[in-house]
């Protein structure tokens, strides 16, 4: 029988590290980040016509059609998108290696720029492919026994959806409104998305906690570590759901704080523009700025953290 995974120690370690190590963390993510925002900031003018967008009024009937804010057809836009999407996931996947490595292997990379591409990144950026088509898979059985249940048919729940931006764009074009009863009756197929979720939510997350290792594992070892992953978390799947339970309520409370000093900080900056008031405003804002980076650091810590923590923990017992 597997050892039981120790979930307070494993909280504990996980919180340590992100206290710890959050230089590190902002040291082997800056690059990576600043380079996503570059290539996410390319590829939206190269996709949108940002003048048209720039010249939309405040009125919302000119939105549609949405077409004309597209610099090319809309399937070449969407393989654009998907394009970059995964080349900007395959750039974060180096960060996350090099974190995965930090906890489990106590990988120290020197340097402040880091932009890895190396087998740890590439097996990284894999596993979160097989690990979101895994996911992918479970919500389409999901659906498809959501809709024999449901009695409605797939191709009237995606129906419902292209009617119903049908209704929008016709109702902008007309300048009027649309009716209620026409909405409700569009969007009613629209439900089988929403009980389809319900019906994938207990197997994605019995599988996503036996996938836990997964990522640190591939970045760690010289492999996929996807039947690994199974094999290392059995007989563990309780200790390890609520570790992220507590994982999860712990971070509720981060993010309340950081809510309530970001509502403060709003409401300083808001502050009148002059005298004494306007240097408040100033010192308030840039508070805000550092108190946004620091959480973010602190939240991938934790988040990267957590996956190496419990690989490390499950391979090695320590």
Request: aromatic share 14%; net charge negative.
């Amino acid at each position: 029988m597997a050892e039981k995974f120790p979930v307070g120690e494993a909280l504990n370690e996980t919180f340590q590290f992100a206290l710890n190590r959050w230089g590190t963390v902002l040291r082997f993510g800056w690059a990576p980040m600043v380079l996503a925002i570059v290539l996410s900031i390319g590829l939206a003018w190269s996709i949108l016509d940002i003048p048209a967008l720039e010249a939309v009024d405040d009125d919302p009937d000119s939105i549609f059609p949405l077409s004309q804010f597209l610099k090319m057809s809309a399937p070449m836009a969407i393989t654009a998108v998907i394009a970059g999407s995964l080349f900007i996931s395959f750039i974060l996947s180096g960060f996350m290696a090099s974190v995965f490595r930090l906890v489990a292997l106590g990988e120290e990379r020197p340097g402040f720029v880091h932009l890895r591409f190396d087998g740890p990144a590439q097996r990284v950026f894999i596993a979160n492919l097989i690990q979101g088509a895994i996911n992918m898979v479970i919500y389409a059985a999901a659906f498809f026994i959501a809709s024999l249940t449901t009695g409605i048919a797939i191709g009237d729940a995606f129906g419902a959806i292209s009617e119903f931006f049908s209704l929008i764009a016709q109702s902008a074009e007309t300048g009027g409104q649309v009716d209620a009863a026409d909405i409700g009756e569009t969007v009613a197929p629209v439900g089988l998305f929403f009980v389809a979720g319900l019906f994938a939510t207990l197997p994605m997350i019995y599988v996503n906690v036996r996938l836990a290792p997964f990522l640190a594992g591939s970045a760690s070892e010289n492999r996929l570590l996807l039947l690994g992953a199974f094999r290392l978390t059995a007989g563990n799947f309780w200790p390890l759901f609520f570790f992220y339970l507590l994982l999860m309520v712990v971070m509720m409370v981060i993010v309340f704080v950081f809510q309530l000093v970001i509502g403060i900080v709003d409401a300083l900056s808001a502050l009148p523009s002059d005298g004494v008031f306007a240097l408040i405003g100033y010192l308030a804002s840039a508070l805000g700025f550092i108190a946004t980076l620091a959480y973010q650091l602190f939240v991938y810590a934790i988040q990267f953290g957590a996956q190496g923590v419990i690989y490390r923990r499950l391979k090695t017992g320590t």
